[in-house]
């Protein structure tokens, strides 16, 4: 109990994190660690569901915009970040709140990450060769034979994360999520940590949700957003735009290949809302897992909520 208290808000995307954050941050004198893979990039705005510096209504908040869209930014990176972000907020006396629905950013800050080697130019160079005469599915099932956790976790579509897996497991000869477990096993977060998590108890509110957040996305300019990220020379210079970690973020990726020609508008946007579904479904599966944690409905439960962080600071 001497660790420094923090509160953890998790969630799908979509399911209220925000407005509840902003909400805790205000009356708790707390400011705001975002925990979101795609809020770290610059110009990603309207296609994150970045709050706005009207909705963050004078709350601080961190990790937001610290990469421009051409740039990688690692789960590691991350982690070094928000400790140093969350040892100024307590410094200061304020309560760090970590908000967000990326696990493993969450995992890496809370957990540690395991012991990983470092990538391999050659070891690389070889797994894209074999990629681009057998196709990633085929390299998928070979990873999946390795490590059925994680053929199970990585879609097979997911190049960047099945070339990793396969790099570790030729240069350690173990599965990248032993590896991840062991790393977990031997670390203990240097904080005293409340788990959150919101999410409606019926999966099609959040549906609804979702794709009601996407149209009004689409009606503040998400297009024209897309548009004028495909236009910055420095995005222009990228040989394969489409593996920038950026780009691949949801709805981005499926707006690229709209602007490229594949399909009609409507096509589009029906991908983009289902995109963003199976993408609530994965940090379903993660949220699962969080068995330390409180779950509440953000709508059905708002007394019940607030009162778990008013327990927590006692």
């Known amino acids: 109990m001497t660790r420094p208290r923090i509160v953890a808000l998790m969630g799908p995307t979509a399911s209220g994190k925000t407005a509840t954050s902003i909400k805790w941050a205000k009356a708790h004198d707390g400011e705001i660690v975002s925990v979101d893979s795609a809020l770290v990039y610059r110009h990603l705005d309207i296609g994150s569901a970045k709050p706005s510096m009207e909705e963050r209504d004078g709350v601080p908040h961190h990790l937001i915009d610290v990469r421009d869209p051409w740039q990688t930014y690692s789960a590691a990176e991350f982690a070094n970040d928000a400790h140093a972000a969350i040892a100024d907020i307590l410094a200061r006396g304020k309560l760090p709140i970590l908000v967000g629905g990326t696990g493993l950013y969450f995992q890496a800050l809370l957990e540690g990450l395991a012991d990983m080697p470092d990538a391999n130019a050659e070891v690389r ?77 019926e999966r099609a509110v959040l549906h609804e949700r979702i794709a009601r957040r996407f149209d009004i996305m689409l009606e503040d300019g ?4 897309v548009r004028k990220l495909r236009n910055m020379p420095e995005m222009q210079a990228v040989a394969k735009p489409l593996d920038l970690p950026a780009v691949r973020a949801v ?16 096509d589009f946007r029906e991908k983009g809302i289902a995109a963003t579904r199976q993408l609530a479904k994965r940090q379903w599966t993660w949220l699962r897992g969080e068995l330390d944690a409180l779950w509440f409905d953000p709508q059905l439960n708002v007394a019940e909520l607030d009162e778990s962080v008013k327990r927590f600071l006692g």
């Open 222 to 225: 998400f297009l024209d957003e």
């Open 251 to 266: 709805g981005y990726r499926q707006a690229w290949n709209y602007l490229d020609g594949e399909g009609g508008e409507k």
């Open 125 to 201: 160079e070889r797994i894209n060769a074999r990629a681009a005469s057998e196709g990633w599915a085929a390299l998928h099932a070979e990873m999946a034979g390795n490590d059925p956790e994680a053929g199970e976790r990585i879609k097979p579509n997911d190049a960047q994360r099945i070339q990793r897996a396969l790099e570790v497991f030729e240069l350690t000869g173990k599965p990248i999520s032993l590896l991840h477990r062991e790393g977990r096993q031997r670390r203990n977060s240097p904080y005293h940590v409340l788990k959150v998590i919101v999410a409606p108890k």
